[in-house]
């Protein structure tokens, strides 16, 4: 492996880790993603980093599959003057779950856009969280205030009383 290859490999194990949505709304250290996909390709031209085949890529107790997953990242000059990668967007296709100690969300493709710390679900949509189950065509969720909203089609809901 080139020297290259393994800074933008540690860079996007990074800027994933800096990115993940349960990393918005706790104040600890980001925990560790540890990422398996069948076949990992950089392309640092287009500062793109694309994991296909089987991803699975977890972090603390938070899990995402996918068939694919692409990560857009950019560098960004900190206050002391050096330069650091972050991830701008992720854009996982194909039986996408997405799990986190209180809900699983499905969907055919998710993004997540990191500066905005806005998540969008599409395709045949489903949310479970504990005994209430949404479904649709589309679900946005704006992690900065918990706000999420299920469109497209006729959106339906099950809930038990408690």
Same mark, same amino acid.
């Given at each position: 492996?080139?020297?290259?290859?393994?800074?933008?490999?540690?860079?996007?194990?990074?800027?994933?880790?800096?990115?993940?949505?349960?990393?918005?709304?706790?104040?600890?250290?980001?925990?560790?993603?540890?990422?398996?996909?069948?076949?990992?390709?950089?392309?640092?031209?287009?500062? !793109?980093?694309?994991?296909? +085949? $089987? #991803?699975?890529?977890?972090? /603390?107790? &938070?899990? %995402?599959?996918?068939?694919? =997953?692409?990560?857009?990242?950019?560098?960004?000059?900190?206050?002391?003057?050096?330069?650091?990668?972050?991830?701008?967007?992720?854009?996982?296709?194909?039986?996408?779950?997405?799990?986190?100690?209180?809900?699983?969300?499905?969907?055919?493709?998710?993004?997540?856009?990191?500066?905005?710390? !806005?998540?969008?679900?599409? +395709? $045949? #949509?489903?949310?479970?969280? /504990?005994? &209430?189950? %949404?479904?649709?065509?589309? =679900?946005?969720?704006?992690?900065?205030?918990?706000?999420?909203?299920?469109?497209?089609?006729?959106?339906?809901?099950?809930?038990?009383?408690?």
């Amino acid at each position: 492996m080139t020297d290259s290859l393994k800074m933008a490999t540690a860079a996007v194990l990074f800027m994933l880790a800096a990115a993940w949505p349960a990393a918005a709304q706790t104040a600890k250290p980001p925990a560790p993603v540890n990422i398996e996909a069948n076949e990992m390709e950089i392309i640092d031209a287009d500062k !793109k980093a694309i994991f296909r +085949g $089987n #991803v699975d890529a977890t972090r /603390g107790d &938070t899990n %995402l599959k996918s068939d694919d =997953l692409t990560v857009l990242y950019a560098d960004v000059k900190q206050p002391d003057g050096t330069t650091k990668t972050d991830a701008t967007k992720l854009d996982a296709k194909g039986n996408v779950t997405i799990k986190t100690p209180r809900e699983t969300i499905t969907g055919d493709w998710a993004r997540f856009d990191v500066q905005a710390n !806005k998540l969008v679900v599409g +395709g $045949n #949509v489903k949310l479970v969280q /504990g005994s &209430t189950v %949404l479904t649709g065509k589309e =679900l946005n969720a704006d992690l900065n205030t918990d706000k999420i909203q299920m469109t497209g089609g006729r959106v339906k809901g099950s809930f038990l009383p408690k």
